[in-house]
């Protein structure tokens, strides 16, 4: 009898493993981490205080309704706690949605340079990634309702998109919506929504008050600083809350992360601060780096994508390893289908500032 290796459902071999943002750089240098859309200014001090709080009872487990954390989410919002779901980050959330409605041979549509999770999720269940082209990188509505067919189950929305900083406004967003078969689920992505300061920007919370095949994710990594307790939430219909839950760990998130993440929303100021600081930083540093000739994609979130020549030498590639001898960190995202671009996100004063003089270096401007 011949002995055979146990083989993996279909698609897990496709899938090529998500890479992080590095966090470091040659010589042990201590970096300049700009690669990972963290906040600058760290989390909320009753966020950590909260944290540290839980070190006396890790002995329990945790609540696994998130219960606290769900109330706190729905008081902020305006929303119904009962259609709240928590999870590991948005990931486990993407992961938990495609599981409960993708399978062999089914269909997800997204944008070509969407979030990588959607894709990696989709291959995961055994179902067909559908990248969409994007028109001056952002999502292509109609492009989008046309890739949809008869076996499409999902179609993902990352509004703002990362990498690219862009944005489509709300009328877009319901088009999309409004075209779409009852039975294809809308997945908005709003990772980024508290940085957006557009007047035609919604981060999808209406859309799923009046639909039920609509989801809004949001995180805690990004402008409330707890990216390493992994915090994610999800708006959704009863129904669609009911299948989530029904799929999803029973303590799939950790009492000091809830506590943390109770705290970092009652701390209204703190993420006032941090608006402030991207809403001054940003635009300096899109600014800084269009003297130096590169181009930059108009940003709506705490980052800006950099686009630099394809001459040998002063292409992305050359440009990262400049930076990080440096000890600067910025993101490649030629998985993304960027290959001449880095990603920058908008650090504390001085670490824009050091970026911007390391690129005029490069650019040969000094």
């Excluded at 009753?46 to 729905?74: N, Q, S, V, W």
């Excluded at 957006?196 to 409330?224: A, C, H, P, Q, W």
């Excluded at 608006?275 to 300096?284: D, K, Q, V, Y």
Aim: net charge neutral; glycine share 8%; charged share 20%.
């Amino acid at each position: 009898m011949s002995l055979k290796a146990p083989v993996p459902q279909p698609g897990i071999l496709d899938i090529d493993p998500y890479v992080p943002g590095e966090s470091t750089t040659p010589g042990g240098v201590k970096p300049i981490k700009l690669s990972s859309n963290e906040t600058p200014l760290g989390p909320s001090p009753a966020a950590i205080a909260a944290f540290k709080a839980e070190a006396d009872h890790l002995d329990r487990y945790p609540d696994g309704g998130a219960t606290a954390l769900r109330k706190a989410i729905a008081e902020r919002h305006g929303l119904n706690p009962d259609r709240i779901v928590c999870g590991a980050g948005s990931d486990e959330l993407i992961s938990l949605v495609t599981h409960a409605y993708v399978g062999t041979g089914d269909e997800v549509v997204y944008a070509e340079h969407g979030f990588l999770m959607y894709k990696l999720a989709t291959l995961a269940c055994g179902g067909t990634p559908v990248p969409v082209k994007e028109q001056a990188l952002r999502a292509d509505v109609d492009a989008m309702i046309k890739a949809v067919t008869p076996r499409t189950k999902i179609v993902f929305l990352a509004n703002p998109n990362n990498p690219t900083g862009t944005y489509i406004p709300h009328e877009e967003v319901r088009r999309l919506h409004a075209a779409l078969p009852s039975n294809v689920l809308l997945v908005i992505d709003a990772a980024y929504a508290e940085y957006v300061r557009r007047n035609d920007y919604e981060s999808g919370i209406e859309l799923v008050s009046s639909s039920e095949n609509v989801i809004m994710m949001r995180t805690f990594s990004k402008i409330y600083g707890l990216a390493a307790l992994r915090i994610g939430w999800a708006y959704c219909p009863a129904g669609i809350a009911d299948i989530i839950n029904r799929v999803r760990g029973p303590f799939n998130v950790n009492s000091a992360a809830i506590a943390a993440g109770v705290a970092a929303m009652a701390d209204r100021n703190h993420v006032e601060v941090a608006i402030a600081h991207n809403e001054r930083w940003l635009p300096w540093v899109d600014a800084e780096l269009k003297k130096l000739g590169l181009d930059v994609t108009p940003s709506v979130g705490n980052f800006v994508l950099i686009h630099f020549p394809t001459d040998k030498g002063k292409d992305a590639v050359s440009a990262d390893a400049f930076l990080k001898q440096r000890g600067i960190i910025l993101r490649r995202v030629a998985a993304y289908g960027l290959p001449q671009c880095l990603r920058m996100t908008i650090g504390t004063e001085s670490d824009n500032r050091a970026v911007v003089a390391a690129l005029t270096e490069f650019m040969g401007r000094k």
